[in-house]
């Protein structure tokens, strides 16, 4: 679908992408992710072409990145913006047109979102009238209404209360399923493992890891398991498949362990050394989250 | 092409549809209206109540000297002036009161405030008795000298190809005067309806939203090219509007009021060229100082910051139209004159101030043409600064930040 390559990106002074590359799949979720100033914003608007790469090249669906695939992206940014003046479903019709819908097309299709999210009676509304949310709420139609192959959200998650977003997670889904490929920057790590099928972490304008998130995941696993048991503290020896990393204490006799495999070692060998010991409520293996990965990757570079 | 159709669109009727803009379309030819109503009310406005005069003269040399006019009667009672005014009959009936010594204050007295008019109308009238007495005295015959004084009336004509031409001096100046004055008003008011819409933009966020459907330059234009269809379309209401009222106001106002008659009537020689030659310079003028200001609004954060950059490109305009006045009217043929008409910072006011002295063709064939490529100019530099400016924020912008900017790449 997308597939950006080795694109480089400066501004005076400083370099904001350096040597970035990319594939993007068609029907994925695609996560864009860093820090602040990592370049996020950069590599997104040289795909909407806002903006000039100083070198490398973007292919959409193979073909060299022109003015003709722009009708086919929609793009939320991240500081988000409508005219205040202007009534809401005009201004609707007029970013659509820009797309290249027709008026009656726009018309058409707007009702369906506007009755589909609840907006009608805000029609003839101005911006500066609307709440902060539902300002948000109409920029997200006014993306996606021209229905658009490519769907590029900066922080589409942001300004939303938890209702809101989660209708909007819903649409963002459904988008998807119906063949949308999303690309999206977020901070959000919760919505990241949520929605995202791969992801790219940018740091200091250059990417530091990329893949499927089950691939980065099961990268990251190493083997640390956390186990509750209940009775008397166990005496764990040398002989044990595992070390002990971090031992507490709770209330009514229940005990907390963290431990690490030995190498060739599995979770059944652990249960067979501590079975007979003591009785286990509960074993888990403990995953990175996104967000450990996320501030690990970047404080390490850093 | 198609999009920056839709821009236009935008932009026009956002701006046409807003009140200030009805209230503004409407309020000049009111006021122009207003103009020409007091105008031929004041020329209307003749004394026409009878006056009788009752002349007291102590000086002795008034007695029956004074002639009779329509409205004015004068009589000659004799007798004390408290007596007089002891017999005043009507309102506007007065008494004159002329002191023995001439150097003594003449008195006028009358039971309601007397009009300027008839007080300038007897001071006139005595002051000719009294000269015309002395001009007997010192012998000067004064029938010959009435015959030997002209009066002269200046009918100035203008000698063209098509033969003489009876021209109104001073209708064709104060049109020419109008027309600079509105080019020199009307380029800040949209140039800087155009920097308050570009700052809009960038303020409100929207504009990445629509950079990223349309070019910066399409947007750019579109708003210049909406903006100036805005301003001609309120010159055309205001010049149909106006022409219908003064119409209407002519036709309502007696024969007699002939100054406005022919003020209006000797607009019509002239008038085709200079609104030619105004909406001409209107449109480029606009197109060369909007790009400007364009670029100005992008390069900004908010309003208050464009002072350092509005100052520079406003300061050639305001400098001509201080000119204007005093310096272009009195030597519309001087080189600084014709420079200041050529240079395109300053040439729509410039140029419009020397229309009525007859411009060499050839003059106003470069100043045009310096005007179209001043403009394409302008336009070219105001959008590479413009397609860097609006996505810049929180940055400072200084006059070396602007030169990076026109030189950055894409």
Known sequence: MLSIRNIVKQYAGHTALNDVSLEVKSGQIFGLLGPNGAGKTSLIRIITQITAPDSGEIFFNGQKLDQSHIERMGYLPEERGLYKKMEIGEQMIYLARLKGLSRDEATKRLKVWFAKLGMESWWKMKIEELSKGMQQKAQFVATVLHEPDLIILDEPFSGFDPVNAEIIKNEILELNRKGATILFSTHQMESVEELCHAIVLLNKSKKILEGPIKDIKGAYRNNIYLVEYEGQQVGINSAAPFEVLTETAGDDNLHTIKVQLKAGSTSNDLLQYLVPKTRINMLHEVIPSMNEIFIEQVSKIA | MNKIFLIIQREYITRVRKKAFIVMTLLVPALFAGMFAVIALVANQKDETMHAVYVIDN????????????????????????????????????????????????????????????????????????????????????????????????????????????????????????????????????????????????????????????????????????????????????????????????????????????????????????????????????????????????????????????????????????????????????????????????????????????????????????????????????????????????????????????????
């Open chain 2, 59 to 410: 000086n002795g040399s008034f007695k029956d000297k004074f002639k009779d006019e329509p409205f004015v009667k004068f009589t000659y009672p004799g007798g004390s002036v408290d007596a007089a005014k002891k017999n005043l009959k009507s309102d506007d009936d007065l008494v004159l009161n002329i002191p023995a010594n001439l150097k003594d204050t003449v008195q006028l007295f009358a039971k309601k405030k007397t009009t300027l008019s008839l007080a300038d109308n007897l001071q006139g009238k005595m002051n000719e008795i009294v000269t015309g007495a002395s001009m007997v005295k010192a012998g000067i015959d004064t029938a010959s000298l009435r015959k030997i004084r002209s009066n002269i009336v200046v009918k100035s004509t203008e000698i063209t190809s098509t033969g003489e031409q009876g021209t109104n001096i001073g209708a064709t100046y104060a049109l020419s005067f109008a027309g600079a004055v509105l080019i020199y008003m009307s380029l800040f008011i949209y140039g800087a309806q155009v920097m308050r819409g570009v700052i809009e933009e960038k303020t409100n966020r929207i504009i990445e939203v629509i950079v990223s459907s349309v070019k910066p330059f399409q947007l750019m234009m579109g708003k210049i090219i909406g903006v100036g269809l805005v301003g001609l379309t309120q010159f055309i209401l205001w010049i149909t509007l106006s022409a219908g009222v003064s119409y209407l106001v002519g036709g309502h106002t007696s024969p007699t009021n002939s100054a406005l008659h022919s003020f209006l009537h000797n607009l019509g020689a002239n008038a085709g060229y200079e609104l030619l030659c105004f909406i001409f310079y209107w449109i480029t003028g606009f197109l060369f100082y909007s790009a400007l200001f364009a670029a100005v609004g992008s390069a900004v954060d908010s309003e208050t910051e464009t002072q350092q950059f509005m100052f520079p490109i406003t300061l050639p305009l305001l400098f001509t139209y201080i000119l204007s006045v005093s310096y272009l009217f009195t030597v519309p043929d001087s080189p600084l004159s014709v420079w200041l008409s050529m240079i395109p910072l300053s040439a729509p006011v410039a140029m419009m101030m020397r229309i009525p002295y007859n411009v060499p063709g050839w003059q106003l064939a470069i100043s045009m043409s310096l005007m179209v490529i001043g403009f394409i100019f302008t336009t070219y530099i105001a959008a590479r600064i413009y397609r860097v400016g609006i996505l810049m924020y929180g940055k400072k912008a200084s006059y070396k930040e602007l030169a990076k900017w026109f030189f950055y790449k894409e």
